[in-house]
């Protein structure tokens, strides 16, 4: 089954940035979306494009991180700028409601 293939992550200090980038094979009619998961806590949807192209964030990361799209390469981005500690997680992408088999994710670690 389609895996996400999620890439980007790192170790930055708190206030730094980081650019997150997402491929799927066959997501071409589906609006990819940012989740992350931290250690001992439940996966959360970070950022994502609706039905009609609109774009969602989770109220922790509104106004910090900037989600976009290349429909022809099938591509999504999460542009995270002033990271700070808790937004350190594994983070994976997929569709709202998921479609896609989770893949292995990419982890941003922010020290303070």
């Known amino acids: 089954q389609v895996q996400p293939v999620e890439s980007g992550g790192g170790l930055v200090q708190a206030g730094g940035s980081l650019r997150l980038s997402c491929t799927a094979s066959?997501?071409?009619?589906?609006?990819l979306g940012w989740y992350r998961q931290a250690p001992g806590k439940q996966r959360e949807l970070v950022a994502e494009f609706t039905w009609v192209g609109n774009t969602n964030y989770a109220n922790s990361v509104k106004g910090r991180f900037t989600i976009s799209r290349d429909n022809i390469k099938n591509t999504v981005t999460l542009q995270m700028n002033s990271l700070k500690p808790e937004d350190t997680a594994v983070y994976y992408c997929?569709?709202?409601?998921?479609?896609?088999?989770w893949g292995q994710g990419t982890q941003v670690t922010v020290s303070s």
């Open positions: 997929n569709t709202n409601p998921i479609f896609f088999t």
């Open positions: 066959g997501s071409s009619f589906r609006s």
